[in-house]
């Protein structure tokens, strides 16, 4: 098949009309537009982080930054604080967000694994029960839930608290790793399994040694997805973690807003965007064909 | 997990005896062994105690009559039955919410999906190198964080110092310095649209590009050969491949739109009048806070049915092609 591709392709490379070409070339143009469009407010915010104040508030937009333009100050500004400017701190809500990610994804995969394998291998009363409850379970808006989970975990004495947070967190991604999950462990065939004990393994081992390992790929692209829901997550810290030190970086990212009324420091927020997404795009770059992938899984006919 | 899922759940689950319908009762009776719901139990009690019970917390409340001392437990709330159902259906601010979330809705799913359609196609014809430069630039922005994203457009949109105003300015010849985009709520949901477009078209676009390289290229040639148009050869022949990705995409889009949370509450914040931009979410979120905890449940209440019967068709077509 990919030979006569590649045939087709040098054949046609040598009779292409110029009609044909320029629509190419058309295409192409687009195809360059839609980059632009697409990544120039993130051209913007990189942009807008490194400016110095009189660059950013002009009325002449600095494009293409100068050499004497380009200053670390906002970064300093607003991981620092030096002026004391922000209800919260950098530091603090970086570490708060990366304990309530990491609770939120050791957790999460587990929990999920454990799941997954009885759904995705075996037999019993209720699995179909249990595969539409977290189906529909998933559907369920946060944001009609969020005040009465902040009296719920009121009353449990877990608000302004990593583990309250991370508790709902785990909540919220666990259906969707359960469901992605089982996809993978029932991808895995059982045969591999069923030979490795006759070769001597137990049970135990065979599943240990031959089917997890086939795993990692699944148990990646999950707790990436759990990783990036509590390190965006928005709504639930919004109720739920009310004081500056208990903040995560969402809100300490939202607290520029608050902090500077009439006066926004832009250069500051462009730089705190920055430091909040970069470990999302990253995370997103490695993962990106599965992100698709997963909750379409099998939508393709043909 | 991609595009290869095998329908293995079947033969996975009879892992242990011959291939078996899981539904038959008598393997099951025979069968019966406590490990798999062991397996299960964490799950059960982490969702029954953190959304079960604050779901069935919250359709309680929805009876009761909450105001600010009750709510912080200094008196009791009052049974009231439906009536904050009655309330809420009678508020003309929720009715118009309600107008204002679906139409915005309605707005940006076919913005969404029209885009997302045009850049799957425009992928499929592009080179490898022009099509490695647009899955960038549509990877960028949909990995954005939903506030660090909103906070980036306020930025291009300032009154003040914006690019807007200043290519505004440039374009039309009067001066656009000192326009408060947010200020009215049409162009207030003008750039909620643009955000949530331009961090949902990426995903349609992979997703829809993702379904169309699996098209066998004889049936393209094919229709090519026999002289269809362009348009003809994507629905009648495209599209029908891809139909129930779309169908799919086109629910969890309704899904999506309609919760928008994050953004609508970060550009009320930086201008805009709260209670002409407020969406579903939000619209409970302030009823709530401000101190109408019992009328904010009856709205839950509904958005959650709302939502439940919208994601209907998604979990049936999931089930299908999972099972």
Same mark, same amino acid.
């Given at each position: 098949m990919s030979t006569t591709m590649?045939?087709?392709?040098?054949?046609?490379?040598?009779?292409?009309?110029?009609?044909?070409?320029?629509?190419?070339?058309?295409?192409?143009?687009?195809?360059?537009?839609?980059?632009?469009?697409s990544a120039f407010p993130i051209y913007w915010m990189i942009n807008s982080s490194f400016l110095p104040y009189d660059k950013i508030r002009t009325q002449n937009p600095v494009f293409f930054p100068g050499p004497g333009d380009f200053t670390g100050g906002n970064y300093e500004k607003v991981v620092v604080d030096p002026g004391n400017i922000l209800p919260a701190k950098f530091l603090p809500a970086l570490s708060n967000s990366l304990q309530v990610t990491f609770f939120t994804l050791v957790v999460s995969l587990v929990v999920a694994f454990l799941a997954s394998?009885?759904?995705?291998?075996?037999?019993?009363?209720?699995?179909?029960?249990f595969i539409v409850a977290i189906l529909i379970v998933q559907m369920?808006?946060?944001?009609a839930l969020m005040l009465t989970l902040y009296r719920m975990m009121d009353g449990f004495h877990l608000t302004e608290n990593i583990l309250g947070l991370g508790?709902?967190?785990?909540?919220?991604? $666990?259906?969707?790793?359960?469901?992605?999950?089982?996809?993978?462990?029932?991808?895995?065939?059982?045969? $591999?399994?069923?030979?490795?004990?006759?070769?001597?393994?137990?049970?135990?081992?065979?599943?240990?040694?031959?089917?997890?390992?086939?795993?990692?790929?699944? $148990?990646?692209?999950?707790?990436?997805?759990?990783?990036?829901?509590?390190?965006?997550?928005?709504?639930?810290? $919004?109720?739920?973690?009310?004081s500056p030190e208990h903040m995560t970086l969402p809100m300490w990212l939202r607290s520029f807003l608050n902090a500077s009324k009439g006066m926004t420091d832009w250069g500051g927020m462009m730089a705190g965007s920055v430091l909040v997404s970069i470990p999302v795009v990253i995370f997103f770059l490695i993962v990106q064909g599965r992100m698709t992938g997963g909750l379409t899984a099998g939508a393709v006919k043909g | 997990m991609s595009t290869t899922t095998p329908p293995a759940v079947q033969t996975a689950g009879a892992s242990r005896m011959p291939p078996v319908d899981v539904t038959d009762r008598k393997y099951n009776k025979k069968r019966r062994q406590p490990l798999p719901y062991l397996l299960l139990l964490p799950t059960v009690v982490i969702l029954l105690v953190m959304l079960g019970y604050p779901v069935v917390t919250m359709i309680i409340n929805s009876f009761y009559k909450y105001d600010r001392g009750a709510y912080i437990?200094?008196?009791?709330?009052?049974?009231?039955?439906f009536g904050n159902y009655t309330?809420?259906?009678?508020?003309?601010?929720?009715?118009?919410?309600?107008?204002?979330?679906?139409?915005?809705?309605?707005?940006?799913?076919?913005?969404?999906?029209?885009?997302?359609?045009?850049?799957?196609?425009?992928?499929?014809?592009?080179?490898?190198?022009?099509?490695?430069?647009?899955?960038?630039?549509?990877?960028?922005?949909?990995?954005?964080?939903?506030?660090?994203?909103t906070q980036v457009w306020?930025?291009?949109?300032?009154?003040?110092?914006?690019?807007?105003?200043?290519?505004?300015?440039?374009?039309?010849?009067?001066?656009?310095?000192?326009?408060?985009?947010?200020?009215?709520?049409?162009?207030?949901?003008?750039?909620?649209?643009?955000?949530?477009?331009?961090?949902?078209?990426?995903?349609?676009a992979f997703s829809l590009y993702a379904g169309l390289t699996q098209i066998p290229t004889e049936v393209l040639e094919a229709s090519q050969m026999d002289g269809a148009s362009p348009v003809k050869r994507f629905f009648l022949i495209m599209f029908p491949y891809v139909?129930?990705?779309?169908?799919?995409?086109?629910?969890?889009?309704?899904?999506?739109?309609?919760?928008?949370?994050?953004?609508?509450?970060?550009?009320?914040?930086?201008?805009?009048?709260?209670?002409?931009?407020?969406?579903?979410?939000?619209?409970?979120?302030?009823?709530?806070?401000?101190?109408?905890?019992?009328?904010?449940?009856?709205?839950?209440?509904?958005?959650?049915?709302?939502?439940?019967?919208?994601?209907f068709y998604y979990v049936r077509q999931t089930l299908k092609e999972g099972n």
């Amino acid at each position: 098949m990919s030979t006569t591709m590649q045939l087709n392709a040098s054949v046609k490379k040598n009779s292409i009309p110029t009609a044909k070409r320029m629509r190419n070339l058309g295409f192409s143009v687009i195809g360059v537009i839609v980059f632009i469009c697409s990544a120039f407010p993130i051209y913007w915010m990189i942009n807008s982080s490194f400016l110095p104040y009189d660059k950013i508030r002009t009325q002449n937009p600095v494009f293409f930054p100068g050499p004497g333009d380009f200053t670390g100050g906002n970064y300093e500004k607003v991981v620092v604080d030096p002026g004391n400017i922000l209800p919260a701190k950098f530091l603090p809500a970086l570490s708060n967000s990366l304990q309530v990610t990491f609770f939120t994804l050791v957790v999460s995969l587990v929990v999920a694994f454990l799941a997954s394998v009885a759904i995705g291998r075996y037999a019993f009363k209720g699995r179909k029960g249990f595969i539409v409850a977290i189906l529909i379970v998933q559907m369920i808006p946060g944001e009609a839930l969020m005040l009465t989970l902040y009296r719920m975990m009121d009353g449990f004495h877990l608000t302004e608290n990593i583990l309250g947070l991370g508790l709902i967190y785990i909540s919220t991604v $666990l259906p969707f790793t359960v469901w992605t999950l089982r996809g993978f462990v029932a991808a895995v065939p059982a045969e $591999l399994e069923e030979s490795a004990m006759i070769d001597g393994c137990t049970r135990a081992s065979a599943f240990w040694r031959v089917t997890f390992p086939l795993l990692a790929p699944g $148990l990646v692209s999950t707790g990436v997805f759990a990783f990036i829901q509590a390190w965006n997550e928005f709504v639930m810290a $919004l109720v739920m973690m009310n004081s500056p030190e208990h903040m995560t970086l969402p809100m300490w990212l939202r607290s520029f807003l608050n902090a500077s009324k009439g006066m926004t420091d832009w250069g500051g927020m462009m730089a705190g965007s920055v430091l909040v997404s970069i470990p999302v795009v990253i995370f997103f770059l490695i993962v990106q064909g599965r992100m698709t992938g997963g909750l379409t899984a099998g939508a393709v006919k043909g | 997990m991609s595009t290869t899922t095998p329908p293995a759940v079947q033969t996975a689950g009879a892992s242990r005896m011959p291939p078996v319908d899981v539904t038959d009762r008598k393997y099951n009776k025979k069968r019966r062994q406590p490990l798999p719901y062991l397996l299960l139990l964490p799950t059960v009690v982490i969702l029954l105690v953190m959304l079960g019970y604050p779901v069935v917390t919250m359709i309680i409340n929805s009876f009761y009559k909450y105001d600010r001392g009750a709510y912080i437990g200094f008196t009791e709330p009052e049974f009231v039955g439906f009536g904050n159902y009655t309330n809420v259906l009678t508020d003309s601010s929720f009715w118009l919410m309600l107008f204002r979330s679906f139409l915005f809705m309605i707005v940006a799913v076919l913005l969404t999906m029209a885009l997302g359609v045009l850049m799957s196609l425009l992928m499929m014809r592009l080179n490898k190198g022009i099509r490695l430069l647009v899955s960038v630039g549509l990877l960028l922005a949909w990995a954005m964080p939903a506030l660090a994203a909103t906070q980036v457009w306020a930025w291009l949109f300032d009154t003040t110092y914006g690019v807007v105003n200043w290519v505004m300015t440039r374009l039309t010849g009067s001066n656009w310095f000192g326009h408060s985009w947010l200020a009215s709520p049409l162009s207030f949901f003008t750039i909620l649209g643009i955000i949530i477009v331009w961090q949902g078209v990426p995903f349609i676009a992979f997703s829809l590009y993702a379904g169309l390289t699996q098209i066998p290229t004889e049936v393209l040639e094919a229709s090519q050969m026999d002289g269809a148009s362009p348009v003809k050869r994507f629905f009648l022949i495209m599209f029908p491949y891809v139909r129930s990705i779309f169908t799919v995409m086109v629910v969890l889009s309704i899904i999506w739109d309609l919760r928008v949370f994050a953004q609508v509450q970060a550009l009320q914040m930086v201008g805009g009048t709260a209670d002409q931009t407020s969406t579903f979410g939000v619209w409970i979120y302030r009823t709530g806070t401000g101190g109408d905890f019992g009328l904010s449940a009856a709205a839950a209440v509904i958005m959650v049915f709302v939502m439940l019967v919208i994601s209907f068709y998604y979990v049936r077509q999931t089930l299908k092609e999972g099972n």
